[in-house]
């Protein structure tokens, strides 16, 4: 079946430290890739997708390469601030009916 | 896209009584999903709700403790009965378009507190 695999949290950084949080995915075919991210008190954003493979994914400064050759998506940012503080998700659709399948999240501390 | 209300934004319930969640999409949308997510933890899928239908529940979720009504390809509800203190947690309202490889879009979210 289809899941997806993400590193365990929480993330400590301090503000302008660099971010990689990790994804690997398990999927039949070409799934489209996205990152969610879910504020304190808030629904969950579509941060960013890619959806084939090779393809950069990218928001807000964040970035997310789709790589089949080693079924990864990993989420990245250059310099985080205390604002991007939150729970990342990552998570993929395959084609047809397929729902989207969720990670588990990753909490991401930005302290000053 | 789809813009997604979901009310009430929260809500503070005694144990022993329900709470209906609303959820009203901008677009008819056949796919539509309800979501629970406790306190740290990530989302778990309660059920999808079926237009016409009666709901399709996952593992652990029954519908005499979360009845799910969908009227039309815009409108759900979740009710969350005889409540309990484990029943705290976030409600989320999802919807996809289906055939499509693209993304979920999210309510904002139901912060339930049962006391």
């Known amino acids: 079946g289809n899941s997806v695999t993400q590193m365990e949290g929480p993330v400590t950084l301090s503000e302008e430290a660099f971010l990689t949080i990790n994804c690997t995915y398990t999927?039949?075919?070409?799934?489209?890739l996205f990152w969610y991210v879910q504020y304190p008190g808030e629904g969950l954003q579509l941060l960013l997708k890619?959806?084939?493979?090779?393809d950069k994914g990218s928001n807000k400064g964040f970035e997310a390469t789709y790589r089949k050759e080693t079924t990864s998506f990993h989420l990245e940012k250059g310099s985080v601030q205390v604002s991007d503080s939150a729970v990342y998700f990552c998570a993929l659709r395959p084609g047809g009916y397929q729902k989207v399948t969720f990670g588990t999240g990753t909490k991401l501390q930005v302290i000053p | 896209s789809a813009v997604i209300s979901q009310k009430p934004s929260r809500d503070i319930c005694q144990r022993g009584t329900s709470l209906t969640i609303q959820c009203q999409v901008d677009?008819?949308?056949?796919?539509m999903f309800w979501y629970r997510q406790q306190p740290g933890q990530s989302l778990t899928l309660i059920a999808t709700?079926?237009?016409?239908?009666?709901?399709?529940?996952e593992s652990g979720f029954v519908i005499d403790k979360f009845p799910i009504s969908r009227p039309n390809l815009t409108f759900s509800t979740l009710t969350v009965s005889n409540m309990s203190p484990e029943d705290s947690s976030i409600y989320l309202c999802?919807?996809?378009?289906?055939?499509?490889?693209?993304?979920?879009?999210f309510g904002q979210g139901t912060r339930l507190t049962v006391v």
């Open positions: 999802s919807v996809e378009f289906d055939g499509l490889r693209t993304e979920a879009f």
């Open positions: 677009s008819q949308v056949t796919m």
């Open positions: 999927a039949t075919g070409y799934p489209s």
């Open positions: 890619a959806t084939k493979a090779d």
């Open positions: 709700a079926n237009q016409g239908s009666e709901a399709t529940y």
